[in-house]
């Protein structure tokens, strides 16, 4: 890139932004959110056909079609700050629904190592999105995103579990690990204990932000994440259930364009029974259930 617009509008003659590199037209609506750049081609992996189409720091970015619906992947790096830029230049070249695909640590003894969570709302402890708007503003995922991904992972047999997430820009005295020499502020020791009494279901580092900037902007937002870890059975293994989030999230994202092209061929725009009836339907062959 060589001059930008300016220094409060950094993106370049043609609309590419400054830390993702993409400009409008190179990306279609629908994008998956991994934090991990390495993620971006084991999600492409399942589609029909994918290529790079930009590289820089943490953001990669692939386009393609899954199962003929146009699709990207972009990864966000770790944490609401390095989210959050990805997010807001993802939305200047069109975006309106994204969904996370991360990795977690449960706070719920009975969710399993490789399950997925779906993530309903999230716990804001995170700093970036508290520059956005006051903490009394709720985080919740978007309802369609959260029933697209419920549906994929019905369909595709992966074990999930639905509930409150918790964001830190921390992942260990924030998530009430100790830090180096066994530093841990009194606000942090125990936090996994606290929210697991009032029923947060893991803990993740980028959801708070994603959901918290969607709702202002007022686009879709969504998170699966693999539990690689219980942290109350203090288990860990990096990796695991990856695949099957991932997964979900590519077939979450071919079932919110199904509902997207049926919402538009009864000229509404939200979802309703009626539209997820004549979506049953069209599964069924057409034919009453
Ligand atoms: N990611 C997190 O933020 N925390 C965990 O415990 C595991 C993955």
Excluded: C
């Excluded at 993409?22 to 056909?49: M, N, S, T």
């Excluded at 390095?82 to 640590?105: K, M, N, P, S, Y």
């Amino acid at each position: 890139m060589k001059r930008l617009k300016s220094a409060s509008l950094p993106e370049d003659e043609y609309g590419r932004q400054y830390h993702i590199l993409l400009k409008p037209g190179d990306v279609p609506r629908y994008v998956l959110l991994p934090g991990d750049p390495g993620r971006v081609a084991l999600i492409a992996r399942y589609w029909d056909e994918y290529r790079e189409v930009a590289k820089h720091r943490e953001y990669i970015t692939y386009v393609g079609k899954y199962r003929g619906v146009e699709i990207a992947a972009t990864s966000t790096g770790i944490g609401g700050p390095a989210a959050a830029i990805a997010i807001e230049e993802l939305l200047r070249v069109g975006v309106d629904t994204f969904i996370r695909v991360g990795t977690t640590g449960a706070l719920q003894e009975y969710i399993g190592l490789g399950d997925v969570v779906i993530s309903t709302a999230a716990v804001r402890y995170d700093g970036t999105s508290k520059t956005y708007v006051d903490v009394e503003y709720p985080a919740v995922a978007d309802l369609e995103v959260t029933l697209a991904l419920i549906e994929a992972a019905e369909e595709l047999g992966v074990k999930y579990h639905v509930g409150i997430t918790a964001s830190s820009d921390s992942f260990y005295v924030g998530q009430g690990r100790t830090g180096f020499r066994n530093y841990l502020p009194e606000k942090w020791a125990g936090i996994d204990k606290k929210l697991q009494a009032i029923n947060v279901i893991n803990f993740e580092m980028e959801s708070a932000t994603l959901f918290t900037l969607a709702n202002i902007y007022g686009v879709r937002a969504g998170t699966v994440s693999a539990v690689i870890a219980n942290r109350v059975t203090n288990e860990f293994i990096p990796n695991i259930g990856v695949d099957e989030a991932i997964k979900v999230a590519n077939e979450g994202a071919r079932i919110l364009s199904e509902w997207d092209s049926i919402k538009e061929k009864n000229g509404v725009k939200g979802l309703s029974m009626k539209i997820i009836k004549e979506y049953i339907m069209r599964r069924a062959g057409g034919h009453e259930i």
